[in-house]
């Protein structure tokens, strides 16, 4: 059974910060993606990798970076942690050739 | 630019019809649909590839209008079952990696 696992469920930080959120696929999908879903602006693009160690931009990147040093595992790491930054943070993965995409359950993100 | 879906929000009650309609200022090489239940991470619902296609099962259909850059999803007599927030979205094999998703959608049904 597919399964993609985000590290917390509820994680609260404060100002200033440095963050890191952790996904891990077990379907060996070359694709993988953060997103972050606000209400009224359904989901955002930040990050997404193409391969280990390859990664691009989506449309919201700024004060966010990213990891991927093996093909199972995504990182989203924000340097500085802002309030503006509070929100629900999916990652999902796609098999590469593929189209669906498969999510995690999200990590909700409070920053104090 | 992602794309916007209308309406924002939608009520209805058990055995009632709704329509949901994408809209991308992009041209659109196929679109996904997807369905989030509170709480819950979103699911697959179907993709559609070519303009033109309709796809779906007898109660849960969508059509693909790649001139208009449009989509729409109908939901015939709707179930308890079909409440949560409804995503388009466009991206992958057909046009690129870049997986963007529309505004949302958030319907309740009511019994």
């Known amino acids: 059974d597919v399964k993609v696992t985000q590290s917390s469920r509820y994680l609260v930080k404060r100002t200033g910060e440095k963050v890191f959120l952790e996904c891990v696929q077990d379907?060996?999908?070359?694709?993988m993606f953060w997103y972050r879903q606000d209400p009224g602006l359904g989901l955002r693009l930040i990050y997404f990798?193409?391969?280990?160690?390859?990664?691009e931009k989506g449309d919201i990147p700024e004060g966010y970076s990213v990891s991927r040093e093996k093909k199972e595992r995504f990182s989203l790491i924000l340097e500085s942690a802002s309030t503006n930054q509070t929100s629900m943070y999916l990652c999902a993965s796609v098999m590469g050739g593929g189209d669906t995409q498969y999510f995690g359950p999200g990590t909700r993100l409070t920053v104090l | 630019q992602q794309p916007v879906q209308s309406p924002q929000a939608v009520i209805l009650r058990e055995g009632e019809d709704a329509v949901i309609n994408c809209s991308s200022s992009?041209?659109?090489?196929?679109v996904h649909w997807y369905r989030q239940k509170h709480g819950e991470a979103p699911v697959f619902l179907m993709i559609?590839?070519?303009?033109?296609e309709q796809k779906g099962h007898e109660k849960i259909s969508a059509s693909f209008n790649e001139k208009k850059q449009q989509s729409s999803l109908y939901l015939t007599a709707s179930q308890l079952s079909y409440s949560g927030t409804y995503f388009c979205?466009?991206?992958?094999?057909?046009?690129?990696?870049?997986?963007?998703f529309g505004t949302g959608t958030r319907l309740k049904v009511l019994a």
């Open positions: 559609l590839l070519k303009g033109g």
């Open positions: 992009k041209a659109l090489y196929s």
């Open positions: 990798s193409y391969d280990v160690k390859m990664k």
């Open positions: 379907m060996d999908h070359e694709n």
């Open positions: 979205g466009t991206g992958g094999t057909s046009g690129t990696y870049k997986y963007i």
